[in-house]
T-cell receptor, first 113, second 109 residues
Framework: DAGITQSPRHKVTETGTPVTLRCHQT?????MYWYRQDPGHGLRLIHY???????DKGEVSDGYSVSRSKTEDFLLTLESATSSQTSVYFC????????????FGPGTRLTVL | GENVEQHPSTLSVQEGDSAVIKCTYS??????FPWYKQELGKRPQLIID?????GEKKDQRIAVTLNKTAKHFSLHITETQPEDSAVYFC????????FGTGTSLTVIP
């Protein structure tokens, strides 16, 4: 599982509230990613990080921000959650020593009411 | 950006038969093409991948083929078993991964 954990695993929140999801890895992977998974859309990249304090946007970054203050943690924040952000969120890493292969965390199911 | 299309969206096969899932991509610069298997409620798991300098790769009962000229790649599963039932996703990557919308495979015992 490439040493990836996500917290929380499930969350229900209300529209307009801030939400932070955490991805934690224990194997010193440099690259980390946040995806959302929705029926009919597959997996879509939100943001990614290529090092501490180095992040960039993916194809669906609007309404999301990220931070990476240490190698092991990559945080995804919804500043003001909306119902359209109800989804399953997956963190992923590129395995150390690999240029390509991505491995996923267990996912966080977020429901915004 | 890249656009990946995946077909079919659902596929049912009898146990022991072969299954083929096809993907097309739009950006000729994409150079890495992984396939993921996702069981219900679980994370996507990498099952096989291929790079743009290779035309075919096999791993036991699964294989992937890549046609760079036509910009399509396919997953082949032979001698299917009930435990192959899952959703399969293709992806194309240059700097970012772009995923297909998934194929739900059901293997009927």
């Amino acid at each position: 599982d490439a040493g990836i954990t996500q917290s929380p695993r499930h969350k229900v929140t209300e529209t307009g509230t801030p939400v932070t999801l955490r991805c934690h890895q224990t194997e010193n992977h440099r690259y980390m990613y946040w995806y959302r998974q929705d029926p009919g859309h597959g997996l879509r990249l939100i943001h990614y990080s290529y090092g501490v304090k180095d992040t960039d946007k993916g194809e669906v970054s609007d309404g999301y921000s990220v931070s990476r203050s240490k190698t092991e943690d990559f945080l995804l924040t919804l500043e003001s959650a909306t119902s359209s952000q109800t989804s399953v969120y997956f963190c992923a890493v590129t395995a150390s020593g690999s240029l390509y292969e991505q491995f996923f965390g267990p996912g966080t199911r977020l429901t915004v009411l | 950006g890249e656009n990946v299309e995946q077909h079919p969206s659902t596929l049912s096969v009898q146990e022991g038969d072969s299954a083929v899932i096809k993907c097309t991509y739009s950006d000729s610069a994409s150079n890495y093409f992984p396939w993921y298997k996702q069981e219900l409620g679980k994370r996507p798991q990498l099952i096989i991948d291929i790079r743009s300098n290779v035309g075919e790769k096999k791993d036991q009962r699964i294989a992937v083929t890549l046609n760079k000229t036509a910009k399509h790649f396919s997953l082949h599963i032979t001698e299917t078993q009930p435990e192959d039932s899952a959703v399969y996703f293709c992806a194309a990557s240059l700097n970012q991964f772009y995923f297909g919308t998934g194929t739900s495979l059901t293997v009927i015992p």
